[in-house]
């Protein structure tokens, strides 16, 4: 379900759940608790500088099981709640975040990527963008918001209330993404630069890299809506369990 890759000063976390990566409960949580393995390993004094966060060829993540959104209220609200604490952990971080895009990354896999410092995706056929409006669900203040900080006002409102995926060379020309490479290099790209930032003296990069992640950790620790009304918003409404429904048949 998550695979661990050590490259030397870099961890890749290798999102692995057949078909297609769909973000689960348990896969959430792995996720979390490897990153927070991670970073206890870096504070005890492990030689660990950066971690990739990859998925599988031709797919990074397709976003959050739907099937679980469709599952009792309690099932889909203890998804929402693992999401909403991986965001928080994403934003976090000790450890700088690289997400290798290795192919599709709708809705909750390009929420894992815009919560990275640094986004490196494969040219060619994959997509990427917050598509929620168009399978029914309501993505929240704290998304946009960090979906704006990246895009400026204009582009983020435009793409999120389209529920756009943007082809790679839109996305890198949006500022969505950094770089884009050939499929069967993009994780080595992010572990390369991983490694580079391995390379910067320790002190003085973290203290840049806390100045200018302040505030993504602030719009992240300070959501303005709560859980319950962010769910009853958009994520358990008829409509939404109308459009998931036709979705899954």
């Not at 609200?77 to 895009?101: D, E, G, K, M, Y």
């Not at 950094?178 to 069967?184: F, I, T």
């Not at 003085?204 to 890299?209: A, M, Q």
Request: with cysteine.
């Amino acid at each position: 379900m998550l695979e661990i890759i050590q490259h030397g000063s870099v961890r890749e976390l290798r999102l692995s759940r057949a078909p297609v990566n769909a973000l689960n409960t348990e896969l959430i949580s792995a996720l979390d608790a490897a990153i927070a393995l991670a970073e206890t390993e870096a504070a005890a004094g492990a030689s660990l500088r950066a971690l990739v966060i990859s998925g599988n060829p031709k797919l990074f993540s397709a976003g959050l099981d739907l099937r679980e959104i469709m599952g009792p209220i309690e099932t889909a609200r203890t998804l929402v709640l693992a999401f909403s604490q991986l965001q928080l952990r994403l934003a976090r971080s000790s450890l700088p975040l690289i997400a290798a895009i290795t192919g599709h990354s709708p809705a909750g896999g390009a929420v894992i990527a815009i919560l990275c410092d640094h986004r490196i995706m494969a040219q060619g056929a994959a997509r990427i963008g917050l598509n929620e409006v168009q399978v029914g669900l309501y993505p929240g203040e704290t998304i946009f918001r960090c979906y704006e900080r990246i895009l400026g006002t204009a582009k983020a409102a435009n793409f999120l209330t389209r529920g756009a995926m943007l082809t790679a060379d839109e996305a890198l020309a949006a500022g969505l993404v950094d770089e884009l490479v050939e499929p069967d290099q993009v994780i080595a790209r992010a572990v390369a630069i991983g490694q580079e930032i391995a390379a910067l003296p320790p002190m003085t990069y973290s203290k840049t890299r806390a100045l200018v992640r302040a505030d993504l950790v602030r719009l992240v620790e300070h959501p303005t809506e709560s859980l319950a009304s962010l769910m009853q918003a958009g994520w358990v409404t008829d409509e939404t369990r109308e459009r998931m429904a036709a979705l899954l048949r």
